[in-house]
């Protein structure tokens, strides 16, 4: 399946600049994956040691937040945009 | 409905033809209060608009004086109140421009021993704040009050905005709900680290002001359960949905939160815009 993943401006610099970067992948744990061998340092910045994606980044599937969907486990299909967004908290 | 003066009919003339304000709006407006955290990028636009649009009460509370690093975004300053506390200017500012308002300043830190004694007063909370630490405390502060928040909050070239308002939208979720935890300290660059494109603070607090004058108005669909999310560099805006946590810690279904903990144990951090 290809999906495009919004990068959010923090992460920008593993991705060379790109905000939006193409990947191939079934489901999200296995796009968290693919990023990581196409932009090394992702997966740190996305999943906490255990693999779990942290607590302060929202991963959206098109507008769902994947918390509230299978999590790691929900598919994903040819088209489909996902949205890295992390906590920020700047006034 | 307040009787107007000429002049109030003049100054919100444009209100006051909209059928979704009217006089009977406008005179709710006149009669709201609103209390915002930060007189800083988004409190500047935030404090203005709600200003210009008469709302009767604006409460501010920000423990910083003006400094020149500021004056990029932070627009309800300027140059003459470098060393001034921002209260203090954001209050010259704000009764030049609309007599009609009544500022209140709390030139001090909003804490977990005073919050939600000065949150009691107002109709609605605005979070333009700097810090993770301040976020959950205004978070949790809003929920046991049942006051509705408009959070804002950016970073670089990205900003978001969300209403919460668990006591009044049963599906609404909180800040908890969206993020259960601060990052840990370190793992996000501060505003001064990592900069920030002043006129995005003018298109994020300008969301926040009118997203409050349509809650204090009780017109058009709430941000309560959606996250809207905007990229400058980009030039998109786009709607994400925000589902309540069943689990959250704070407004789910077994709370183990029951009063505001010692936030600055819970996340060290300051995150942005000094």
């Known amino acids: 399946m290809s999906i495009t993943v919004r990068i959010p401006t923090p992460l920008r610099k593993l991705t060379d600049g790109a905000d939006e970067v193409a990947v191939e992948a079934a489901n999200v744990g296995e796009m968290v994956d693919n990023l990581e061998a196409a932009h090394p340092g992702l997966k740190e910045r996305l999943c906490d040691d255990a693999g779990e994606i942290r607590r302060f980044v929202n991963v959206y599937v098109n507008d769902e937040d994947v918390r509230f969907l299978q999590g790691k486990g929900t598919e994903l299909k040819d088209g489909d945009q996902v949205s890295i967004v992390p906590a920020i908290a700047g006034g | 409905m307040i009787d107007f003066t000429e002049e109030q009919i003049e100054r919100y003339s444009r209100h006051i033809i909209l059928p979704e304000v ?59 109140r470098i060393g001034m506390p921002k209260v203090e200017s ?32 107002y109709d609605l909370v605005i979070d333009g704040c700097d810090n993770f630490p301040t976020r959950f405390l205004i978070n949790d502060a809003c929920f046991f009050e049942k006051k509705t928040l408009v959070s804002g909050a950016m970073f670089r070239f990205e900003g978001q905005v969300v209403t919460f308002k668990p006591h009044a939208d049963a599906k609404g979720p909180c800040y908890r709900c969206l993020y259960p935890e601060p990052p840990p300290a370190g793992l996000v660059p501060s505003c001064s680290e990592a900069g920030i494109l002043g ?9 926040q002001a009118v997203e409050a004058i349509k809650e204090l108005l009780d017109i058009g669909e709430s941000l309560s359960g959606r996250l809207m999310i905007f990229d400058a560099l980009r ?9 309540k946590d069943p689990g959250c ?26």
Not at chain 2, 250 to 268: A, K, Q, R, W
């Open chain 2, 90 to 121: 954001a209050r010259e500012t704000i009764q030049a421009l609309n007599p009609d308002v009544k500022v209140n300043t709390y030139n001090y830190r909003i804490t977990e021993e005073n919050v939600r004694e000065i949150i009691r007063e």
């Open chain 2, 249 to 274: 810690p704070l407004c789910g279904e077994n709370p183990s939160l029951t009063e505001l903990v010692t936030y600055e144990e819970v996340c060290e951090i300051r995150a942005a815009g000094q």
């Open chain 2, 199 to 207: 006129a995005l603070a003018g298109a994020v607090g300008t969301i």
């Open chain 2, 22 to 80: 009217g006089g009977e709006g406008q005179s709710r407006l006149l009669e709201s209060k609103v209390f915002m955290i930060g007189a800083g990028g988004l409190g500047s636009p935030v404090a203005y608009y709600l200003a210009a649009a008469g709302v009767g009460a604006i409460g501010i509370a920000d423990a910083d004086v003006v400094d020149m690093s500021n004056l990029q975004r932070q627009i309800i300053h300027n140059q003459d």
């Open chain 2, 235 to 243: 030039m998109e805006w786009k709607k994400l949905k925000l589902h």
